[in-house]
C-alpha cells in the first residue's frame, strides 16, 4: 500500500489581534486575555498572532495601557508558542514613512519584548518599502537567536496582478531573505479555486512556507483556505469561534475539525479548543450587549466582491457620506473608487492606501468635479512618497496634483533623515522605558496623552500613600 505523506497544517490564531481588531474595533483588554494564556499555550499554535496593527493605538488611545506592558505579560504566559505581530513595513504602525533608525529600533523592542514572528507588508506591495525591517530582523536572529520575518503580500484584483506577478514576487521574497511568505486578503477577495491557482503559483516561484492569512466578510473564507492547503499552502490562519467569521477568520475548530484524519491533520485538540471556546463565549456576548459587536458584521457581506472593497472601507465610505448629507451618492462613490485607484496606480486598498483612495472618491463625487479638491494624502502618493505601484500614475492627475515638482523615484526612506534622537528629546521629561520613544514617534499626540495619564495615574497613588503615612503631600 503506498504511503501517504503527511502534511500537518500549522494554525496561527487570530483572536488576541486581527480577530478582535475586525469585530469589536481592537477593544479588548489585557485583563480579558491574559487569563487563557496558559491554557491557549498547551494548544500547539504554529503561532498566536497578538500585537500590531491596531491594537498598539487602541491600547495607548481607548484603554489606556500600555502596549509592551501587554506585550511582556504575553511573553510571560506564552512559554511555548510563538508570538507574532503585523508591521506595515516603513510605515511601522503608523500611516505615514519613517526613518529607518526608528524601523530597526522598533524591530529590535518588539523582538526584545516578546516577539517571535513580524509579519511584514506595504500598501503598495513595493518590496523596497521591507527591506530595512527584514534585515532588521535577520539581524536580531543573528543576534540573539530570535526573530523571523514573514513577508505579506497584499493580495487584489486587477490586470497587473497575474499569476506570473505573484510568482515572480514570491522568488524575490526569498531572495530578500524572508523565512516565510502570506499572502495577505484583507478584504476577502481570494475566492477557492483562483486560491487554487494562487497557491499553485507562488509554491513554483519558492520553497519557503506559505501562509494564507484571508477574512471571512465575503463568506468564502474556509472554502479558500481549504483549497489553498490542497494547492500546499503550509500555514493557516483562524479565529476560535466566538471572535470568528464576518469580517474576522474562519473558526479554528471548523478548519481542525475539517483536516482532521487526512494527511493535513492538524493534530490540535479540540476539546482543548472547545474549553478556550467557552472562555471567549461570554466576552463576545458582553460586546454584543454593549453594541461594540454588531450582529451586521457577523454575517456575509457580498459587497465587497462586487465591489472589490474591503468592509472596513465600506464602513466608512457610509459614515463619511452620513457626515456630508449625501448618502444618496453611495454607489457613485463606489464606481469612483476603482477609477481612482487606476489614477494612483493600481494598488492594493489596505491601510493606508485604502483610506487615501475612499477618500479622495469621495471627494471626486461630492464635489462635482473629479479632483478639483486633491487630499495632501494624494498628493503625497502621487509624489511617490509612498513607494512605486505596480501600474504607473495617470500623469494629468500627477500634473494636476503636484505640478512641476520632481516625483520620488528612490525607495521613500533614502531621503529622510534619523529622526530618534528628536524623538527622545520631545519626550525626556515623561520617558521612563527604552520603548517609550517609540509609542510617541508613532502616533505623537496619543502617547503624549498617554505618558500624562500615566503620571497622574502615579501621583495619585504616590497622593494616597503619603496622606496615610505622612498626612503630608509631596512636594
Ligand atoms: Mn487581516
Known amino acids: 500500500m503506498a504511503e501517504i505523506t503527511k502534511k500537518p497544517v500549522k494554525i496561527t490564531e487570530t483572536v488576541l489581534r486581527d480577530a478582535h481588531q475586525s469585530l469589536i474595533a481592537t477593544r479588548m483588554t489585557t485583563e480579558e486575555m491574559l487569563p487563557i494564556v496558559e491554557k491557549m499555550d498547551k494548544v500547539g499554535y504554529h503561532s498566536v498572532e497578538c500585537w500590531g496593527g491596531a491594537t498598539f493605538d487602541a491600547c495607548l488611545r481607548f484603554l489606556k495601557e500600555d502596549p509592551w506592558v501587554r506585550l511582556r505579560k504575553f511573553r510571560e504566559g506564552f512559554k511555548n508558542t510563538k508570538l507574532q505581530m503585523l508591521f506595515r513595513g516603513q510605515n511601522i504602525l503608523g500611516y505615514n514613512h519613517y526613518a529607518d533608525d526608528v524601523v530597526e529600533y522598533f524591530v529590535e523592542k518588539s523582538i526584545a519584548n516578546g516577539i517571535d514572528i513580524i509579519r511584514i507588508f506595504d500598501c503598495f506591495n513595493d518590496l523596497r518599502n521591507l527591506e530595512t525591517c ?199 462613490v463606489l464606481e469612483e473608487i476603482p477609477r481612482v485607484r487606476k489614477d494612483l496606480g493600481e494598488p492594493p486598498l489596505v491601510t493606508p492606501s485604502s483610506q487615501i483612495v475612499g477618500t479622495q472618491a469621495v471627494l471626486n463625487v461630492l464635489q462635482g468635479e473629479r479632483y478639483k479638491m486633491i487630499t495632501k494624502e494624494t498628493r503625497k502618493v502621487l509624489k511617490g512618497e509612498f513607494g512605486k505601484t505596480i501600474k504607473p500614475f495617470n500623469p494629468e492627475v500627477q500634473k494636476k496634483a503636484i505640478g512641476d515638482e520632481e516625483p520620488i523615484t528612490c525607495r521613500p526612506a533614502d531621503l529622510i533623515a534619523p529622526q530618534l534622537e528628536n524623538y527622545r528629546k520631545e519626550i525626556k521629561d515623561y520617558i521612563r522605558q527604552d520603548e517609550d520613544v517609540l509609542s510617541y514617534a508613532l502616533f505623537p499626540q496619543v502617547a503624549m496623552d498617554f505618558f500624562k495619564y500615566r503620571d497622574a495615574q502615579d501621583k495619585k497613588v504616590d497622593e494616597t500613600v503619603s496622606d496615610k503615612k505622612n498626612k503630608s503631600y509631596p512636594v
Open 134 to 332: 527584514v534585515n532588521a530582523a535577520k539581524r536580531e536572529k543573528e543576534r540573539s537567536g530570535k526573530g523571523e520575518a514573514q513577508i505579506a503580500l497584499a493580495y487584489t484584483l486587477g490586470d497587473a496582478y497575474t499569476l506570473d506577478y505573484w510568482r515572480e514576487t514570491a522568488r524575490r521574497i526569498e531572495e530578500m531573505g524572508a523565512d516565510s511568505l502570506c499572502i495577505k486578503d484583507m478584504a476577502g477577495l481570494l475566492i477557492p479555486y483562483e486560491a487554487d491557482r494562487l497557491v499553485r503559483a507562488l509554491r513554483e516561484g519558492t520553497k519557503i512556507p506559505i501562509d494564507i492569512h484571508t477574512h471571512y466578510t465575503s463568506g468564502v473564507a474556509s472554502m479558500t483556505l481549504l483549497k489553498s492547503i490542497e494547492a500546499g499552502a503550509d500555514i493557516i490562519d483562524t479565529a476560535i469561534s466566538p471572535f470568528a467569521m464576518g469580517t474576522s477568520q474562519a473558526a479554528t475548530e471548523v478548519m481542525v475539525k475539517t483536516l482532521e484524519g487526512t494527511p493535513y491533520d492538524t493534530g490540535l485538540d479540540l476539546n482543548l479548543l472547545s474549553e478556550i471556546a467557552d472562555y471567549f463565549r461570554p466576552i463576545q456576548e458582553k460586546y454584543l450587549a454593549n453594541g461594540r459587536l454588531s450582529p451586521k458584521v457577523m454575517g456575509v457581506n457580498i459587497k465587497t466582491l462586487l465591489y472589490q472593497v474591503p468592509g472596513g472601507m465600506l464602513s466608512n465610505l457610509v459614515s463619511q457620506l452620513k457626515e456630508a448629507h449625501a448618502e444618496d451618492k453611495y454607489y457613485d
